[in-house]
């Protein structure tokens, strides 16, 4: 008994997949690919020539001029054309073949930068079509140091990247990196080559703080650290170039750095807020990195006495850790100063006016 | 004065000494490898050679490139830069000759600087011998004495642009090699400075 009732069971879940699957297979159909600007000539599954079909494009009829036989024929189709299209037999309605119309392109040669932010350890390679494809297009990568093939590995989040281990140092074998791009339309290749050193670019420095120096109205303490991504900075050291001005000034002043994530800024002027960045290079070879994350800082200023009182009535938050320039806090002050006396004034008056109503009354 | 002192402060000076000689030779090693670069880039364009051309038929030149750079001692390196500049310098003289003989014969100025660039390499190789004999290293074996082949016309130009692409990562790694020897031996100077501090204090 057990056997029959799983025996049956087994049978109606086979039917069950085979009806999904039919019915699956007749929603997608198959996908057809096609040139943007072309002719595109779509057949009703394997129907004689003189079979007579309804086209429907996402459930809606073709118009009849478009349609020879079981053909359906569309002139220099275009991304609109893209769509469900469904041919039914005549006259019973059958659906005969449903066909998923892709517009697009083949794909341009891709764009292909390489880049090591992690030297001595490796480098990673990006790229990009230069006009979209439209269709799905994939990309093979394959890498050669000398005539060494190289494994190469996929980013896990970025689709578009790729990650190599170099094979060696100091080597003057040049890498070299073949990009093909693959879609239903057609391929394109993109070559590059380069040597171990002209690719390696520090990701910026992190975490840049600017402290002003107590009791000193021109100077700045700016630290920061190395980029995390960089493995070893004991054997391949950064320089550092700090770059500096007050807002309200567009000239930056710059200063070089070596074996040090730190300097002091000795010639700010005083009370001016400050906008600083820094960047990073491998002390013998590559190129910079990008300007880090910048920061605003003022240095230190000796905050007036009777401003201190005032300051302190409106309880000013500070949003920086160095007291705000006088230029900026006497304004701020004033107006919540000025703000203070008028309702103690006003106070007054409606105080006043009542009393003289009580006594009129 | 205890002994202690005396013996600190000696170490102390070999210390500085040592460090002093790690930064000449850093510094003539970063000289080497800039111009090595440049004549490298000047010699391409002069013998009409591409970029991309495979040096790989070529022997005879030292190849820098090596997958245990980080493995190696620091008699391991110094040896093999020892080793190759002593190569550099015999293979420098081969191609000057080759230029004012045959290649170039009009480019003084090139001869020049390629004259200038063997001084310096020979100058490399000198101070890397005395860094190992410093450090109580023993001397790398001389070399075979090279037998100069007549070379054809091409093989010539060829083998003289991969002794400036080889030049140029031996200095680069040699820059490496010295630069880590400096801060090393900067830490172990102030490490060696705090311990006599502390010594001090504790009297």
Known sequence: ?361 | MATGVRHDAMGGNISFALSDCYAKAEALARKVHSEARQIRESYREKQGLSPDLNLDSIAGVPESGTSKWGELTEEERLTENAVAFAAFHSLLGEVLKEQQDDLTPGDYQFHDALLSLLAKVEALAESTKQLLLSLGYPLPRAGEEREEKGLPYFEKKKRGYKVMVELCGWALRAVRGFSRLKRRNKKEEEGGKREVKKRGSRR
């Open chain 1, 1 to 361: 008994m057990a056997n029959i009732v799983t025996s049956a069971c087994c049978v109606v879940l086979a039917a069950v997949v085979v009806v999904y699957a039919q019915r699956r297979s007749q929603q997608g159909g198959r996908i057809q690919y096609e040139m943007i600007g072309s002719d595109v000539t779509m057949m009703c599954a394997t129907l004689e020539s003189d079979a007579s079909v309804t086209w429907k494009v996402n459930g809606t009829d073709v118009k009849a001029d478009k349609v020879e036989g079981p053909r359906l024929i569309l002139k220099e189709v275009a991304l609109a054309s893209n769509a469900l299209y469904s041919c039914f037999e005549n006259p019973a309605g059958d659906l005969k073949d449903q066909i998923t119309l892709r517009v697009g392109e083949p794909p341009k040669e891709p764009v292909v930068t390489c880049r090591s932010n992690t030297y001595p350890k490796g480098f990673y390679c990006t790229w990009h079509l230069p006009r979209p494809s439209y269709i799905p297009t994939e990309f093979e990568v394959s890498v050669k140091h000398g005539n060494k093939k190289l494994e190469v590995q996929k980013d896990t989040v970025h689709k578009n990247r790729c990650h190599v281990k170099y094979p060696e140092l100091f080597s003057t074998n040049k890498y070299k990196v073949n990009v093909v791009a693959i879609n239903a339309l057609g391929n394109s290749s993109t070559y590059i080559s380069f040597d171990e050193f002209s690719i390696v670019k520090p990701d910026p420095p992190e975490k840049l703080v600017a402290n002003p120096v107590p009791n000193n109205v021109r100077r700045l303490e700016v630290t920061w650290n190395n980029p995390s991504t960089w493995p070893d900075v004991e054997n391949f050291p950064l320089k550092y170039f700090l770059r500096y001005r007050p807002l309200i000034l567009d000239q930056w002043q710059h200063v070089e750095l070596s074996d040090s994530t730190s300097h002091t800024i000795t010639d700010a002027y005083a009370g001016k807020e400050y906008i600083i960045q820094v960047a990073a290079k491998d002390t013998e070879i590559g190129t910079w990195s990008d300007w880090s994350v910048a920061i605003h800082a003022t240095p230190w200023m000796e905050v007036p006495r009777q401003q201190i009182t005032t300051t302190t009535e409106v309880g000013i938050a500070e949003t920086s850790p160095s007291p705000a320039p006088p230029s900026a806090k006497p304004q701020l002050s004033a107006a919540m100063g000025g703000s203070s006396v008028l309702t103690w004034s006003a106070n007054l008056f409606i105080a006043s006016v009542l009393v003289l109503f009580m006594c009129w009354c």
